[in-house]
């Protein structure tokens, strides 16, 4: 898809996906530039690789707008960290060696103990495990 303010004009392939017919006409007119979707781990890659997430756990402790009005802990975000940390492991030979190199499992270890312990639900307990296979 390619966008000129107001404008976007749509060039992906409608018929078969695995056969890529590229239509020049939108991206060829002046101002208009061709939108690209990128990666997690690429856009991951962009702003400093997997340490850029571990900011987050020391955020754990604040509060949620969980309704309207209503301010609490949520206590399942910690997993879902954990859980997008795992992913990106078990699928980059890059994001491991940043761990590594970045001692990253000290950094995540250390940051959980500063945060409360009801954090530690059986859900992280299990990613945990996981981590440790």
Do not use: W
């Not at 991206?27 to 890659?45: F, R």
């Not at 900011?55 to 879902?80: K, T, W």
């Amino acid at each position: 898809m390619a966008c000129d303010g107001q404008l976007c004009l749509e060039a992906s392939p409608t018929e078969n996906p695995s056969f890529f017919v590229h239509s020049p006409h939108a991206t060829m007119l002046e101002g208009v530039y061709p939108v690209v979707t990128q990666s997690i781990d690429s856009a991951l890659h962009s702003v400093g690789g997997v340490q850029a997430i571990f900011p987050l756990f020391s955020q754990l402790d604040y509060l949620h707008l969980a309704g309207s009005h209503e301010r609490r802990h949520d206590y399942s975000v910690c997993g879902i960290l954990l859980s997008v940390v795992c992913d990106l492991l078990s699928n980059s030979v890059t994001h491991q060696q940043q761990m590594v190199q970045n001692r990253g499992f000290l950094l995540i270890s250390h940051l959980l103990q500063k945060v409360s312990p009801h954090h530690l639900t059986e859900e992280v307990l299990d990613i945990l495990l996981e981590f440790a296979r």
